[in-house]
């Protein structure tokens, strides 16, 4: 079964340093998320991405962070300038889109993101 | 705004026992997504419900949705260890494709 695959699955980073979250979809699903849960919450939406452009975007996703989808197949998601409250799990995930009939969202299995 | 709301958020429950998880959205949605997450671990897609009055069932859980009240409910039948995990619901608010999720709720199923 296609997975989306994330990378690293854990990264330990210091406060105010620069981090990059990799993500691959599935190859043929055209609408691509990031996600976040805080350790023992609910998971919460902050980004979502479509035709090369960002379509939707939450509070949480202010000017620290970014996206991009630079080769046509990795997904990434950078925070430019870490704090401790980043400390979280983000989760990719891919969508195919309309047209298919259940059009269910593939979560990736995560990268626990530490900020000391 | 979409708010999706969960009870309990707690359940501990004998195995064998029936239990039913609710789910309930504040504002017009056309799908409701269930999700089983273990610890640490990815969300696991468990079903997917696309209308009013859809009802979908896998092994011992089963799954419907009503979409005038809001209601979505997740049925556990004569419950296993195995099905020990947290379960979220979650749902895109209007024509909105990314997902607004529940709080989940926290399943230990005790022999």
């Known amino acids: 079964e296609p997975e989306v695959t994330q990378t690293p699955s854990h990264q330990v980073t210091q406060m105010g340093q620069e981090v990059i979250l990799r993500c691959v979809p599935i190859s043929n699903h055209l609408y691509f998320y990031w996600y976040r849960q805080i350790l023992g919450q609910k998971v919460e939406f902050l980004v979502s991405f479509y035709n090369n452009e960002i379509s939707e975007k939450s509070e949480i996703f202010d000017d620290q962070f970014s996206v991009e989808r630079p080769d046509g197949s990795n997904f990434t998601l950078k925070i430019r300038s870490t704090k401790l409250e980043d400390s979280a799990m983000y989760f990719c995930?891919?969508?195919?889109?309309?047209?298919?009939?259940?059009?269910?969202?593939?979560f990736g299995s995560g990268t626990r993101l530490t900020v000391v | 705004e979409l708010k999706v709301e969960q009870n309990p958020l707690f359940l501990s429950m004998q195995e064998g026992k029936n239990y039913t998880i609710y789910c309930n959205y504040s504002?017009?949605?056309?799908?409701l997504y269930w999700y089983r997450q273990d610890p640490g671990k990815s969300l696991e897609s468990l079903f997917v419900?696309?209308?009013?009055?859809a009802v979908k069932q896998e092994g011992r859980l089963m799954a419907s949705l009503d979409t005038k009240a809001r209601l979505s409910t997740l049925h556990i039948t004569a419950a296993v260890h195995d099905l020990s995990a947290t379960y979220f619901c979650?749902?895109?608010?209007?024509?909105?494709?990314?997902?607004?999720f529940g709080s989940g709720t926290q399943l230990t199923v005790l022999p």
């Open positions: 995930a891919s969508r195919a889109g309309p047209g298919i009939k259940e059009d269910g969202y593939t």
């Open positions: 419900l696309l209308s009013n009055g």
């Open positions: 504002t017009t949605s056309d799908r």
């Open positions: 979650a749902a895109p608010p209007g024509s909105a494709r990314q997902l607004t």
